[in-house]
């Protein structure tokens, strides 16, 4: 069995911050610095959609709508995943979910979400 688990969402005020942490424990753990590591959300009425992702050698993508705010980084000696989000707009608000691709061995896993809301 493989958990994803997310922490650090919240209510915050327009212009701050917040970081979020994924846990992965079970399967995963064994070989958890070969997946890709991303994060995605999914705001009121809207797909799901990409924000972060880093690969096993650290080279990490960003959605343009977060570039230069949100900073995706990865401890693999504690099996864990972080977003780093400052100067936080009200259109960040989303369910923001974990994700653990190993595709190229058939491995594919999905968190179970923390909430982030920005609003005065």
């Known amino acids: 069995q493989v958990l994803l688990v997310e922490s650090g969402g919240g209510l915050v005020q327009p212009g701050g911050s917040l970081t979020l942490s994924c846990a992965a424990s079970?399967?995963?753990?064994?070989?958890?610095?070969?997946?890709?590591m991303a994060w995605y959300r999914q705001g009121p009425g809207k797909q799901r959609e990409l924000v972060a992702a880093?690969?096993?050698?650290?080279?990490?993508n960003y959605a343009d709508s977060v570039k230069d705010r949100f900073t995706i980084s990865r401890e693999n000696a504690k099996n864990t995943v972080y977003l780093q989000m400052n100067s936080l707009k009200p259109e960040d608000t989303a369910v923001y979910y974990c994700n653990a691709d190993g595709s190229d061995w058939g491995a594919y896993y999905w968190g179970q979400g923390t909430q982030v809301t920005v609003s005065s």
């Open positions: 880093i690969i096993s050698d650290g080279r990490t």
């Open positions: 079970g399967s995963i753990a064994r070989s958890f610095s070969a997946y890709t």
